[in-house]
């Protein structure tokens, strides 16, 4: 059986899809599910800053990766000028805390179980993290899953080797990406109260 490419280079079952694949190991959204506004994830400036390759936002849309039954969700495909370099930021927002952790746990016994999978040791991010890579038909991904409360949070490199600098500047962005969606989150609970 030939995968499509984003399955056969999937590290994080859900979390890491190049932009316009879909994970074989991914479960349907709710169907209530809603699009988290764009300002849940990072823009461009500081992705490329860590990653001086990449160049636009390539395109955005639902996570139709995530796992478990998100209430809403968001992914943005970032890419270098030919596409070949990607760094994929999501963000899912679960009904309750549970939820969140049943997601999480679920995309981490998915990505150990993808064949070539290697974990990582990164310092924590969020409550809990874990990271790992793989490569595939000549390419490498490497990606970060990190439960955040009602959040799972995921950041990809596709077509980056799995240097040390990469990984390193793949933890500040998931950082910056946990600061972001946590800023949203309370800026939206703040305007909803009033």
């Known amino acids: 059986m030939k995968l499509n490419k984003a399955a056969a280079l ?21 169907p209530s599910g809603a699009l988290l506004p764009r300002y849940f994830i990072i823009l461009l400036n500081p992705v490329s800053q860590l990653f001086s390759q990449i160049t636009k936002q390539a395109s ?15 992914a943005v495909f970032f890419t270098n000028d030919d596409g070949g370099l990607k760094v994929t930021i999501t963000s899912d927002r679960y009904r309750s805390l549970d939820d969140a952790a049943a997601a999480y746990q679920e995309a981490l016994e998915k990505s150990a179980s993808v ?37 799972v949070l995921g950041a990809t490199l596709a ?22 969606t946590n800023a949203a989150a309370g800026a939206q609970s703040s305007h909803n109260s009033n």
Request: charged share 15%; no cysteine; hydrophobic share 40%.
């Open 115 to 151: 064949p070539g999978f290697q974990p990582i040791s990164i310092p924590p991010v969020g409550q809990k993290s874990f990271a790992g890579t793989v490569t595939q038909a000549g390419e490498t991904h490497v990606g970060i899953g990190v439960l955040d409360g009602r959040f």
């Open 159 to 180: 077509g980056f080797d799995a240097t040390t600098d990469n990984v390193n500047n793949l933890v500040i962005l998931a950082r910056e990406e946990e600061a972001a």
């Open 60 to 74: 955005t849309g639902r996570n139709s990766t995530a796992v478990g039954k998100p209430k809403a969700t968001r």
């Open 10 to 30: 999937l590290l994080l079952a859900y979390l890491l899809v190049p932009a316009g694949g879909q994970s074989l190991l991914a479960q349907t959204l709710d």
